[in-house]
């Protein structure tokens, strides 16, 4: 079955810790993005790739890294720079380097830092 | 730029009556306009999707959204509400070459 696949679903970490979120897709898909969801604010951008190799900030972006060395995979890392961090965080990727505005998600990943 | 205003942050109705919910835009340039349905703990899933040509688009689940451009408004309607239709619902809206600007949603709740 093709989709999105993120991992862990669930997630706990110390104040301090960096965290990686994984993001593996099997879509073929160009475009790939990371946002985070809180209660009553929608969905903020993070990071987001056209293209392997490449990636530019979201609006968010402060206290996140990402890379793209595959195109099926964009993991998102989660730095202790993140003032607060819990939060759900979806993946989604999308054809035609995104253009169409039509996006594929994730399940997500709920992260708690205690 | 682009950007996307929904009206009320929940909205209850009966089961089996009509669905509502509102939704309005800004865009500088011909926009396409999204309808997005999250389920408890999950991601998003597109309902429906409005790019050119008829204005009243159909989508999954019963739903439809007509494209007014007077009124710069995408609403989204059902005829008669199920119980499976509790869910957050999001409206969205791209320039093409844009990025997808996300509203912040709506929480629709059915009572029995």
């Known amino acids: 079955d093709g989709g999105i696949t993120q991992s862990p679903k669930y997630l706990f970490r110390k104040e301090g810790q960096n965290v990686t979120l994984s993001c593996e897709q099997n879509l073929n898909h160009d475009a790939m993005y990371w946002y985070r969801q809180d209660p009553g604010q929608g969905l903020r951008l993070i990071y987001y790739?056209?293209?392997?190799?490449?990636?530019q900030k979201g609006d968010i972006a402060e206290g996140y890294s990402v890379s793209r060395e595959k195109k099926e995979s964009f993991p998102l890392t989660v730095t202790s720079a993140q003032k607060n961090p819990t939060a759900f965080y979806l993946c989604a990727s999308a054809p035609e380097g995104g253009f169409s505005g039509e996006l594929f998600f994730g399940e997500g990943s709920r992260l708690t830092v205690l | 730029a682009q950007s996307v205003t929904q009206l009320g942050s929940h909205v209850s109705v009966s089961e089996g009556a009509l669905v509502l919910l509102r939704c309005n835009y800004s865009s500088s340039v011909p926009p396409y306009l999204f309808w997005y349905v999250q389920y408890p703990n999950q991601g998003l899933q597109l309902l429906l999707k409005?790019?050119?040509?008829?204005?009243l688009v159909k989508g999954i689940n019963g739903f439809e959204a007509e494209f007014k451009k007077s009124e710069t408004s995408f609403h989204l309607t059902k005829p008669s509400a199920h119980m499976s239709d509790a869910a957050e619902y999001f409206c969205?809206?791209?320039?093409?070459?844009?990025?997808?600007?996300f509203g912040k949603g709506t929480r629709l709740h059915i009572l029995p």
């Open positions: 969205a809206v791209t320039g093409r070459d844009d990025k997808i600007i």
């Open positions: 409005y790019t050119t040509g008829a204005t």
């Open positions: 790739s056209q293209i392997v190799n490449d990636f």
